[in-house]
């Protein structure tokens, strides 16, 4: 979740049955912005301190890492605010993120979903922002329009992935937010290899005379006729 605001929970209600948080980075004496997760009830997870800071006008990151039976996951929820133009400080606190999580687990995926506010149906911005990713290891998996009005649209929400294999990703209008939901899904259940059957003739003294007598036993008339 992105723009999450500084709501006082005493006001309303925001949990969600089955799921925990919200867990929330919010600004310190400023309103707006603000990132946060909800995660599912059981899941072995924790706040991953390193990649989770605020820039002011710059970049709000939360992340955490998820552990299953496999590997470890790390997911980022991202926010860029819309005013900065100081894209190459983002770029840079981008690369500042990617890098500390590789110190930690180098082999890990990670994901980093969130609103960017970097319209990339404009050729040079997406020229820019695919660089930046890929230099970084990262794949953009968004590739249509996430914020849809009368008369405009862009392509401002986006998912970064470094393991883009056996992931499905989604775009869900809503109807709570002027955004639409972006959502990756992947399977974290490798299949099991199967176990190869080989079938061999050992080739031994015995079984050569066996196969000699054999092929001077055998009627050659309907072949050699």
């Known amino acids: 979740?992105?723009?999450?605001?500084?709501?006082?929970?005493?006001?309303?209600?925001?949990?969600?049955?089955?799921?925990?948080?919200?867990?929330?980075?919010?600004?310190?004496?400023?309103?707006?912005?603000?990132?946060?997760?909800?995660?599912?009830?059981?899941?072995?997870?924790?706040?991953?301190?390193?990649?989770?800071?605020?820039?002011?006008?710059?970049?709000?990151?939360?992340?955490?890492?998820?552990?299953?039976?496999?590997?470890?996951?790390?997911?980022?929820?991202?926010?860029?605010?819309?005013?900065?133009?100081?894209?190459q400080k983002f770029y840079e606190s981008l690369e500042y993120l990617v890098n500390k999580k590789n110190t930690i687990d180098k082999n890990a995926t990670h994901d980093i979903l969130g609103d960017y506010n970097i319209n990339l149906l404009n050729n040079k911005l997406r020229e820019d922002f695919f660089e930046n990713s890929l230099c970084n290891g990262l794949l953009p998996i968004i590739t249509r329009p996430t914020r849809i009005t009368e008369n405009t649209c862009s392509l401002i929400d986006n998912i970064l992935t470094n393991d883009p294999i056996n992931t499905q990703s989604y775009i869900m209008p809503s109807t709570i937010s002027d955004h639409f939901h972006v959502i990756l899904s992947r399977s974290t259940n490798k299949e099991k290899s199967k176990t190869l059957e080989t079938t061999f003739r050992p080739i031994t003294e015995e079984n050569i005379a066996l196969l000699k007598e054999q092929l001077s036993n055998f009627n050659w008339n309907n072949i050699l006729a």
Request: no cysteine.
């Open 1 to 87: 979740l992105q723009e999450v605001w500084n709501i006082k929970e005493n006001t309303i209600n925001l949990t969600i049955d089955g799921y925990l948080g919200p867990i929330k980075k919010l600004r310190e004496n400023q309103n707006g912005g603000g990132v946060a997760f909800y995660i599912k009830s059981g899941t072995d997870f924790n706040i991953v301190n390193d990649l989770t800071f605020i820039k002011p006008d710059e970049i709000e990151v939360l992340t955490i890492k998820i552990k299953t039976s496999r590997k470890a996951h790390f997911i980022t929820s991202l926010y860029r605010p819309p005013r900065n133009n100081k894209l």
